[in-house]
């Protein structure tokens, strides 16, 4: 099993988008997927539960009060975590993962939060001595607006490497209100969007290898 978890402490940075996508493509791709939810909001939880019986099936546990079980069959785990984590629960998440995904917004709060985050990260045995891979995400990009480019330079002077960028497009909450995500569309006009997850697909996929 391969588990991935989605942390960062800012809210709405994106984490139960990323989840979600990230799980509908495993699921997509054959693969028996379980969602933890950790947050006491449910977002997760609650997709599943609006998700068509004919889109590719995911599973969905309850870890609100602690860590718990998961199918013997999951051959991907993805954990969606709540914004208010402490660093003692964000390394016990850290420990039980592989790959750990971290999205940020282009804007300047975020940004400091999630830096001293990353900051944290790297400090905490597990990523530090198992060298758990850490995948940054660059969400809600607008084209070429100045706050993307601030975000840009921002990594560079941080010394921080973005796995990729998703653009700020209305499909993602549209899709997420009927319990779908851009995997269960075959469309040729979304091909686009599905593509920007391909490097973080790679990433998740190579550190399984
Ligand atoms: N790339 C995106 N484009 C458009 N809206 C997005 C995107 N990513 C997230 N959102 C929206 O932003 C809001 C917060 O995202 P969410 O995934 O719930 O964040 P978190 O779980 O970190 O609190 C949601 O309404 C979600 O639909
Ligand atoms: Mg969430």
Not at 83 to 102: F, G, H, N, Q
Request: proline fraction near 5%; charge should be positive.
């Amino acid at each position: 099993m391969l588990t991935v978890l989605i942390a960062n402490p800012k809210g709405g940075c994106g984490k139960t988008t990323i989840a979600t996508n990230l799980a509908a493509a495993f699921a997509n791709n054959g693969l028996v997927t379980t969602i933890a939810d950790v947050d006491n909001q449910k977002s997760s939880l609650g997709w599943l539960q609006t998700r068509p019986e004919t889109a590719a099936p995911i599973k969905g546990v309850d870890w609100g009060g602690d860590v718990g079980k998961v199918g013997k069959k999951t051959a991907r785990l993805v954990i969606d975590s709540p914004a208010a984590m402490s660093i003692k629960e964000t390394k016990d998440y850290v420990r039980l993962s592989d790959v750990v995904v971290v999205p940020i917004l282009p804007s300047a709060f975020d940004q400091r939060t999630t830096a001293a985050f990353l900051a944290e990260l790297n400090l905490l045995k597990p990523v530090r001595k198992e060298r758990k891979a850490v995948a940054l995400i660059r969400n809600r990009i607008r084209g070429r607006s100045r706050a993307a480019a601030r975000l840009d330079r921002f990594l560079i002077d941080k010394d921080l490497n973005g796995v990729t960028r998703l653009p700020d497009r209305a499909l993602y909450p549209e899709l997420a209100d009927r319990g779908l995500s851009l995997f269960d569309l075959k469309d040729q006009t979304s091909e686009p969007l599905r593509q920007d997850w391909w490097p973080l697909l790679r990433f998740i996929e190579n550190a399984a290898a």
